[in-house]
């Protein structure tokens, strides 16, 4: 109940990387502007805020944890919101070296890789670094061994925490190649 109040909060005060949401009044059907028929970007909000809650049908986006993230700010101040059981969805646009340290790339070692809302950005406020542990998973999703996951899109589910000094997703469980 305390997280759906959060989001709630969110939705009302939360006004950073919301898009306008075209809808036709005589059709009743809406279109969003930035999907453009299979375009780069991953997004799913309105001019009234965000419609994500961390679910699997609507899961965050790395830029909902990055500095101007409204998520972020309300799992900052209340150890009490939910962390574990989380999904966060974007594409993969590379991996994390160190604490500010982001290569846009495939290698590395695959125990991480970065998330970012579209495969363009190059801003860290847009991305969020994913924790791969040993075993299936990391072996499905790293870029290290598997170059053609770069921009791919997917959706993962973990904990989210500090992770490379900054908001990521720790001890994935599942994931969903969008």
């Known amino acids: 109940m305390k997280r759906l109040l959060y989001i709630l909060l969110l939705c009302i005060t939360s006004t950073v990387a919301c898009e306008k949401l075209d809808i036709d009044l005589e059709n009743g059907s809406g279109s969003d502007p930035s999907s453009g028929g299979g375009g780069t970007e991953v997004s799913d909000t309105t001019e009234f805020g965000s419609l994500r809650d961390g679910s699997q049908s609507r899961p965050f986006l790395p830029s909902d944890f990055g500095s101007n993230g409204a998520v972020g700010a309300i799992y900052s101040q209340d150890s009490l919101v939910q962390r574990e059981g989380i999904w966060v969805r974007g594409y993969i646009v590379g991996y994390q070296t160190g604490k500010n340290t982001i290569k846009l790339e495939t290698g590395g070692t695959g125990t991480n890789i970065v998330l970012a809302d579209s495969i363009e950005s190059t801003d860290k406020a847009y991305m969020l670094a994913i924790q791969l542990p ?45």
């Open 134 to 178: 040993a075993g299936s998973l990391r072996d499905a999703l790293n870029i290290s061994n598997n170059p053609s996951n770069l921009h791919r899109p997917v959706k993962v589910c973990g904990s989210i925490d500090q992770y490379y000094s900054s908001w990521g997703l720790k001890s994935p469980t599942k994931y969903i190649w969008l």
